[in-house]
């Protein structure tokens, strides 16, 4: 998949191939992370933005076919709102002071954010998506947007539903939990993607949370990695997990033996921590 054109050399990529051919390509977008506000890197392709994201382990290499890849790092593309990354540059858009709802802005003056060229290149999905989260009027041929607080803070709940719902379908962990515990790790996910001020703030206020004092919280325990299924979890970065629960006495009061846990496993909500690497 010749994924990045100006490339001149090979990597390994796994990202969605919507060419049946093998020949789609598309454009990496150096944007700011919503969160840390630092440079990531991005995939749009086919009007649909990814994330890249790369892992390399201390010494390794590709072959591919009779060729062999020196660069050993493995790169990921995945899907993401692009409103997750929109948001930020739309809440600065508006010059919102106190109480002022802020400015209506015409689109091309909002994606124009000095050094982000890759904004501009997403004109036609920021205007699809961000009708979600913005008021929006229009004078002639030409849209005005303007971020609505509280459009902003229905759709992140109902992305906190969503993820509410998922999370026990992808894990035994998550199944095990409490509705409070997995309420905690959907936002602790989707504050991966949000400003501590002022969304993660006020979406917490919404949900009656404290999510510092429950992440700390003594009753919140690591469950040990399900093995019941016989399959193996991914191994995205390597690392080596341990457990020190153990299994309450039996019936006939025999201890039961500790649950074994494999190594160079990570539990499934680690991995939806997102780093900040750019994937040159």
Known sequence: ???????????VLIA??????????????????????????YLYF?????????FKQSYGSWFLGDYVCEDGRLYTATPVDPVFILLPIFDEARMK??????????????????????????????????????DFKEVGSTKFFRLNDSKVLRWLSYKVHQLRQVLPTLDKNYAAQIERATLVDAV????????????????????????????RSPERKILPSSLESGQASFDTNAIQEKTGLEKKTTGKGRLAKKAKVEKNTRNIKDMFSRASRKGS
């Open 1 to 11: 998949m010749a994924w990045w054109g100006d490339a001149d050399e090979t990597r």
């Open 16 to 41: 969605p191939d919507h060419d049946t051919n093998g020949n789609g390509s598309g454009n990496v977008l150096s944007l700011r992370h919503p969160k840390t506000g630092n440079k990531a890197c």
């Open 46 to 54: 086919d009007e649909e933005l990814l994330e890249l994201h790369w």
């Open 97 to 134: 002071k106190k109480d002022d709802p802020g400015k209506f802005r015409q689109l091309d003056e909002i994606l124009y954010v000095q050094g982000y060229e890759g904004y501009q290149q997403l004109a036609s999905i920021a205007e699809k998506s961000m009708q979600i989260v913005c």
């Open 188 to 215: 602790s996910v989707i504050g991966e993607y949000l400003n501590e001020e002022p969304w993660l703030k006020l979406l917490c206020g919404k949900l009656n949370l404290c999510l510092q004092d429950e992440l």
